[in-house]
């Protein structure tokens, strides 16, 4: 008797210790992952009818511990699991590779500002198919530094009855650009997203200046400040643009300079050149470093090579710099 006693107590001893086990020691995760939207919401279960658990912000590490079609069961880091679309995570590469990107582009110079017209998909690389890093609200802030053109996808364009029964057409490019995304006071994100979901906070009047001129523009930069006929500081402006739509070989393919002039109280346009194929970024040199005159330049790709083409503003008169061996270049002052 008492040793059918003592085994009883032994299976149920170990019968406790298992289920302790169960209970108190955590299964390993499969891998490590991270929340890729705004806001992710962990479900009690896979089913139709089921309960939100917790809610984990952009970024917050996460145990993968199961998968079941789309749909990943995790951890959140106090304990808590539950399951989320596999579309709302991204592995450990991809945000390693957002790390790198957020670190690149902070070094870049901001070429131009603006925020998203829309709802708007940030993602790893240019392009429809690149990995979504996440979605971005509308009227986000952004800080623009790179294009990029890239072919739209076959199954995004529409033919028209005239193209389907002329030529083959040509693959329809369209511009992506770098920005970071500015998302709360003290976070940012970068990534690619599609130009036309973008809106430029141009200063004005400059949009008036180029809408007159039929010029898209693409970027635009301070070259100084100038004290008015009242005492304040007006900036001076070079502006980068193109004609025609996107997906263009060039970044901008126009400049123009826009210097305030004290007598009429107005922006003036001081120096226009067209027939470039220039790549961003372009480099400002603050006169108060050089002295009187201010000093910009970009590359060139229109010769079929790259060439550095400088030019020099002293006061409201901008020229561009001969380089060694090349033909003087053009006056464009107007």
Same mark, same amino acid.
């Given at each position: 008797?008492?040793?059918?006693?003592? *085994? /009883?107590?032994?299976? #149920?001893?170990?019968?406790?210790?298992?289920?302790?086990?169960?209970?108190?020691?955590?299964?390993?995760?499969?891998?490590?992952?991270?929340?890729?939207? @705004?806001?992710?919401? *962990?479900?009690?279960?896979?089913?139709?009818?089921?309960?939100?658990?917790?809610?984990?912000?952009?970024?917050?590490?996460?145990?993968? +511990? =199961?998968?079941?079609?789309? $749909?990943?069961?995790?951890?959140?880091?106090?304990?808590?699991?539950?399951?989320?679309?596999?579309?709302? #995570?991204?592995?450990?590469?991809? %945000? $390693?590779?957002?790390?790198? +990107?957020?670190?690149?582009?902070?070094?870049?110079?901001?070429?131009?500002? /603006?925020?998203?017209?829309?709802?708007?998909?940030?993602?790893?690389?240019?392009?429809?198919?690149?990995?979504? +890093?996440?979605? *971005?609200?509308?009227?986000?802030?952004?800080?623009?530094?790179? @294009?990029?053109?890239?072919?739209?996808?076959?199954?995004?364009?529409?033919?028209?009855?005239? =193209?389907?029964?002329?030529?083959?057409?040509?693959?329809?490019? =369209?511009?992506? %650009?770098?920005?970071?995304?500015?998302?709360?006071?003290?976070?940012?994100?970068?990534?690619?997203?599609?130009?036309?979901?973008?809106?430029?906070?141009?200063?004005?009047?400059?949009?008036?200046?180029?809408?007159?001129?039929?010029?898209?523009?693409?970027? %635009?930069?301070?070259?100084?400040?100038?004290?008015?006929?009242?005492?304040?500081?007006?900036? $001076?402006?070079? +502006?980068?643009?193109?004609?025609?739509?996107? /997906?263009?070989?060039?970044?901008?393919?126009?400049?123009?300079?826009?210097?305030?002039?004290?007598?009429?109280? @107005?922006?003036?346009?001081?120096?226009?050149?067209?027939?470039?194929?220039?790549?961003?970024?372009?480099?400002?040199?603050?006169?108060?470093?050089?002295?009187?005159?201010?000093?910009?330049?970009?590359?060139?790709?229109?010769?079929?090579?790259?060439?550095?083409?400088?030019?020099?503003?002293?006061?409201?008169?901008?020229?561009?710099?001969?380089?060694?061996?090349?033909?003087?270049?053009?006056?464009?002052?107007?």
């Amino acid at each position: 008797m008492t040793r059918k006693l003592l *085994l /009883g107590f032994a299976v #149920l001893l170990v019968v406790a210790a298992a289920a302790y086990f169960r209970l108190h020691h955590a299964a390993a995760p499969l891998e490590i992952a991270y929340a890729g939207n @705004r806001q992710v919401t *962990l479900q009690s279960t896979t089913a139709q009818v089921r309960e939100p658990v917790t809610t984990v912000s952009y970024g917050d590490r996460l145990e993968v +511990l =199961e998968r079941f079609q789309d $749909q990943v069961n995790v951890r959140t880091t106090t304990g808590l699991t539950g399951w989320v679309n596999e579309r709302d #995570l991204l592995s450990t590469d991809v %945000w $390693q590779k957002a790390a790198d +990107l957020e670190k690149r582009a902070v070094s870049l110079p901001i070429q131009a500002r /603006g925020h998203t017209k829309v709802l708007t998909n940030l993602r790893i690389d240019a392009g429809r198919d690149g990995i979504r +890093l996440r979605q *971005l609200n509308k009227s986000m802030p952004l800080e623009i530094f790179e @294009r990029r053109a890239v072919e739209v996808p076959t199954s995004a364009v529409v033919v028209t009855q005239d =193209e389907s029964a002329g030529e083959p057409v040509q693959a329809k490019k =369209e511009d992506w %650009w770098l920005v970071r995304a500015q998302t709360s006071a003290k976070d940012s994100v970068s990534g690619w997203i599609l130009g036309r979901f973008i809106e430029l906070d141009v200063p004005q009047p400059l949009p008036d200046y180029a809408s007159a001129a039929g010029m898209r523009i693409v970027s %635009w930069s301070e070259l100084n400040k100038v004290v008015d006929s009242s005492g304040k500081s007006k900036p $001076q402006y070079l +502006l980068l643009g193109a004609h025609g739509p996107e /997906g263009q070989p060039c970044d901008f393919s126009l400049l123009r300079v826009y210097t305030w002039g004290k007598q009429r109280q @107005r922006y003036e346009t001081a120096y226009v050149e067209s027939g470039v194929c220039g790549k961003l970024p372009v480099s400002v040199k603050d006169s108060s470093q050089i002295g009187s005159d201010t000093r910009f330049s970009f590359t060139d790709i229109g010769s079929g090579s790259a060439t550095e083409r400088d030019y020099v503003m002293h006061q409201t008169i901008v020229r561009r710099v001969k380089q060694a061996g090349e033909a003087k270049p053009r006056k464009h002052r107007r």
